[in-house]
């Protein structure tokens, strides 16, 4: 069973930034395909990030690539995302979640365990 545990949302204005963290239990982390979703009210969960076992290879959805960048230190159990240049549109509840396949995906269902969430409201 794996815990994922979300940190850093909060509130801030259009073109700050703020970076999520997601602290992960076990002991295989560095074998787990850790990303980030987001779902905005009333709309379904989207994915925003991905990054690969290592760390070495992320994907973005083309609405955050540029402005986000996700990162995994299999050291701290750890995976971030950095947001900057953030705007009203990235409201949302930004979630971790984690997958034992090393096979990248962007489809909600292919992951198995998921955070809490943590919010992230940018006012304009």
């Known amino acids: 069973q794996v815990q994922l545990v979300e940190s850093g949302g909060g509130s801030v204005q259009a073109g700050g930034s703020l970076r999520l963290s997601c602290a992960a239990s076990g002991r295989t982390f560095s074998r787990y395909l850790m990303a980030w979703f987001r779902q905005a009210p009333g709309k379904e969960r989207e994915f925003v990030a991905v990054a690969s076992w290592s760390g070495g290879s992320t994907h973005y959805a083309d609405s955050v690539k540029g402005r986000f960048t996700i990162s995994k230190d299999n050291a701290k159990n750890t995976v971030y995302l950095q947001m900057n240049d953030l705007k009203p549109e990235d409201t949302a509840v930004y979630y971790c979640?984690?997958?034992?396949?090393?096979?990248?995906?962007?489809?909600?269902?292919?992951?198995?365990?998921w955070g809490q969430g943590t919010q992230v409201t940018v006012s304009s």
């Open positions: 979640a984690a997958r034992i396949s090393p096979t990248g995906t962007v489809i909600i269902s292919n992951y198995d365990y």
